[in-house]
């Protein structure tokens, strides 16, 4: 009984958190339509496909956020939303790398699944890896610029700098912009830490792990095509902001492959 008054005390309590969105509908929608427009011409020279990028109104809790590939009408609906982005935990880069995952189900490559409503999309670690390794450097790089202001201005941790400077330092080489790469690892990284915050904040079990950027998650035995732990989440979008610039879908150093807590190689 106990469990579940204090389950019902969180939803109540994440009511009102949404109420104080961090993101409000306007700017989620301005952001969702703009990496739309990054990735409209390769969705329809790439797959024959037209994008239509659809808003729509979700209370809290009510997850649309989504993909299908309808055939009949020759297209890839994108849904968002905000109940996400509406979450005072996560930033407006977080929101950012969210829509960017839905857009990896649509161009992320393999592995992949295929059902008869939403066609065949790469599955959710896929997604999630493909988020951080091109499209939030994109984003990052050509909708809101990435400045050492900018960077001041997100307050992030010593460590993300650390870390990002540690990967990045072998593949500078083949950089076209080293010290770009390295602000937006830490852009990356720092959207990162919104979600595990996210994942902390919403949690209804009170005996759920933390999430934390540190933490690896344990390896699976097989290729998982729905979504991993949350802490595998949040390791697979720092594997893929690890990745180098010239990614092609086969970082792997141990520190930016997909990681095994959802991907088995050569078993899909």
Not at 32 to 52: F, T
Not at 213 to 235: E, H
Request: charged share 25%; aromatic share 8%.
């Amino acid at each position: 009984m106990m469990k579940h008054l204090v389950a019902i005390l969180i939803l109540i309590l994440l009511d009102i958190a949404y109420a104080k969105a961090a993101i409000d509908s306007g700017e989620a929608r301005r952001v969702g339509n703009a990496i739309g427009d990054l990735y409209r011409e390769e969705i329809k020279s790439r797959l024959n496909l037209d994008l239509e990028v659809r808003h729509v109104v979700g209370g809290s809790g009510i997850f649309v956020d989504g993909v299908r590939i309808i055939h009949f009408e020759q297209k890839a609906l994108v849904t968002l939303s905000n109940v996400v982005g509406g979450h005072p935990a996560v930033t407006k880069d977080a929101y950012a790398l969210l829509v960017c995952h839905e857009f990896g189900h649509i161009l992320g490559g393999g592995p992949t699944v295929t059902t008869k409503l939403n066609g065949t999309l790469s599955v959710e670690g896929q997604a999630d890896y493909w988020a951080t390794a091109i499209c939030f450097k994109r984003y990052a790089s050509e909708i809101e610029a990435t400045t050492e202001r900018l960077i001041r201005k997100l307050k992030i941790p010593e460590k993300v700098f650390e870390q990002c400077r540690e990967h990045l330092t072998k593949e500078e080489a083949t950089s076209s912009d080293p010290t770009k790469a390295l602000l937006i690892c830490q852009r990356a990284i720092a959207a990162s830490i919104s979600f595990a915050n996210y994942f902390n904040a919403t949690k209804v079990s009170m005996a759920a792990p933390i999430v934390d950027i540190d933490k690896i998650a344990p390896p699976v035995s097989k290729t998982l095509l729905k979504y991993g732990s949350n802490q595998c989440r949040i390791n697979t979008f720092v594997a893929g902001a690890y990745c180098k610039e010239s990614y092609d879908g086969k970082c792997d150093e141990e520190y930016n492959r997909r990681p095994a807590c959802w991907f088995v190689a050569n078993d899909l």
